[in-house]
């Protein structure tokens, strides 16, 4: 069973930004994609952005351009690097396999306010 657990959230000022981290547990992490997730109490969990066994990434429209996506195999760990963040960037923040496995982290919260 892998275990995830997420760090490096915060509060931030819009325009500022964040690297997010995620430390996983368990075997053949390099075999797997990766994503981050982020849900608010109105949404649902939302994929953010994904990357692949080859260092391919994917992201959501509304990051694309401001978010970076990287992992580190040999620490078994994915990073989120949020630039110009906006208020409706707020929410908590977890990442998983994709598709994910129904074993989800605690996340990390990231508030982006003035």
């Known amino acids: 069973q892998v275990q995830l657990v997420e760090s490096g959230g915060g509060l931030v000022q819009p325009g500022g930004s964040l690297r997010l981290s995620c430390a996983a547990s368990g075997s053949f992490f390099s075999l797997y994609a990766m994503a981050w997730y982020r849900q608010t109490p109105d949404k649902e969990r939302e994929r953010v952005a994904t990357i692949i066994r080859d260092g391919t990434t994917n992201y959501a429209a509304s990051v694309k351009g401001r978010f970076t996506i990287s992992r580190d195999n040999a620490k078994k760990t994915v990073y989120l690097q949020m630039d110009s963040l906006k208020p409706e960037d707020t929410a908590v923040y977890y990442c998983?396999?994709?598709?994910?496995?129904?074993?989800w982290g605690q996340g990390t919260q990231v508030t982006v306010s003035s």
């Open positions: 998983n396999r994709d598709p994910p496995t129904g074993h």
